[in-house]
Each structure stands twice: as C-alpha cells, then as structure tokens.
C-alpha cells in the first residue's frame, strides 16, 4: 500500500522560506514522476513542481520558478520543495503525490498517490 506523508509546513512570514519533506513508501518509485501540488482556499488544486525519481528531472510551475527547489533522496525515500522568498499567494495545503512518468505531469488526474496534506500560511 503507497503512503505519502508530507511535513515541514507551518506559519511563515512574507519573505521567509520553508522546506517541505514527503516520505513514501510502499513500493518502488523508479520510473515514477513524483510531484507537489497546492490547494488555496476557494480555488482549484494546482501544480507546483515535480521531480523524477530516477532521473532527477524538475518542471516548476511559473508561479514558484526562481524561488522554489523539489529534490529527492531516493536512499530516504523521501521528496522535498524548498521555498524561499515566500509569498502570502503561497498560502495553501500543500499535498505531494506520485505517478508514473509520462506526459501531462502538471495535470492533477493523471496522479495516482496523494499525501493528506501539510498546510503553509505566509502572514504579510
């Protein structure tokens, strides 16, 4: 059974940063697309970044492009998104989730595992 647990969320100033971590388990992610998502109140979830777990390739989101950084420790088995310079427009529950790789990787149904969630508050 695939387990996603986020951590590493809490309340931030404007300006500060936050690393978020994603422990998995359950299976082999090899060949996975592993990727960060997140949802503000009253809109859609939306794509933030994600990370291939065998090759380490990264797309980020225009959003967070230049200020954010989603790395892997595949000894770990555990994601994370570094986030600095953060924003109040940052604040949201962030959820990690996995698929295999392939196209569409920012669309949020094509992913099969999600975490519950780690929320993130930028006070301005």
């Known amino acids: 059974q695939v387990q996603l647990v986020e951590s590493g969320g809490g309340l931030v100033q404007a300006g500060g940063s936050l690393r978020l971590s994603c422990a998995a388990s359950?299976?082999?992610?090899?060949?996975?697309?592993m990727g960060w998502f997140r949802q503000a109140p009253g809109k859609k979830l939306e794509f933030v970044a994600v990370?291939?777990?065998?090759?380490?390739?990264?797309y980020y989101a225009e959003s967070v492009t230049g200020r954010s950084t989603i790395s892997r420790d595949t000894a770990k088995n555990t994601m994370y998104l570094q986030m600095n310079n953060l924003k109040p427009e940052d604040t949201a529950v962030y959820y990690c989730?996995?698929?295999?790789w392939g196209s569409g990787l920012n669309e949020v149904e094509r992913y099969d595992y999600w975490g519950q969630g780690t929320q993130v508050t930028v006070s301005s």
């Open positions: 359950g299976r082999t992610f090899i060949g996975y697309a």
């Open positions: 990370i291939g777990w065998s090759g380490g390739r990264t």
């Open positions: 989730a996995a698929r295999p």
